[in-house]
């Protein structure tokens, strides 16, 4: 059992930089490849990023690709999404989530098991 507590969401200008971590409980964090969605108002769940056990390997969707960045801490059971040069259609709740196997990039939903409360990101023009 993985418990997953997003923070860092809030209200930026567009432009500007938000940072988003995701603490993990357990002793069992590398064992899980992470990632991140995000929902907006009236949309589906969509793929943000994705990250496998050692970081080694990173995956973006094309709407975030060269303005976000996902990494992960081990040490700390932590992963984050650095999102810089945020746009109004970056707004929406950002889920964090877990699932295995963690040697793959996993860019569906369900392909992970456990999921965050969510934080949400507002981003005005």
């Known amino acids: 059992q993985v418990q997953l507590v997003e923070s860092g969401g809030g209200l930026v200008q567009a432009g500007g930089s938000l940072r988003l971590s995701c603490a993990a409980s357990?002793?069992?964090?590398?064992?899980?490849?992470m990632g991140w969605f995000r929902q907006a108002p009236g949309k589906e769940r969509a793929f943000v990023a994705a990250?496998?056990?050692?970081?080694?390997?990173?995956y973006y969707a094309d709407s975030v690709k060269g303005r976000f960045t996902i990494s992960r801490d081990n040490a700390k059971n932590t992963v984050y999404l650095q999102m810089n040069s945020l746009k109004p259609e970056d707004t929406a709740v950002y889920y964090c989530?877990?699932?295995?196997?963690?040697?793959?990039?996993?860019?569906?939903?369900?392909?992970?098991?456990?999921w965050g409360q969510g934080t949400q990101v507002t981003v005005s023009s």
């Open positions: 357990g002793r069992t964090f590398s064992s899980y490849s």
């Open positions: 989530a877990a699932g295995r196997p963690n040697w793959r990039l996993l860019l569906k939903g369900d392909e992970y098991n456990y």
């Open positions: 990250i496998t056990w050692s970081g080694g390997s990173t």
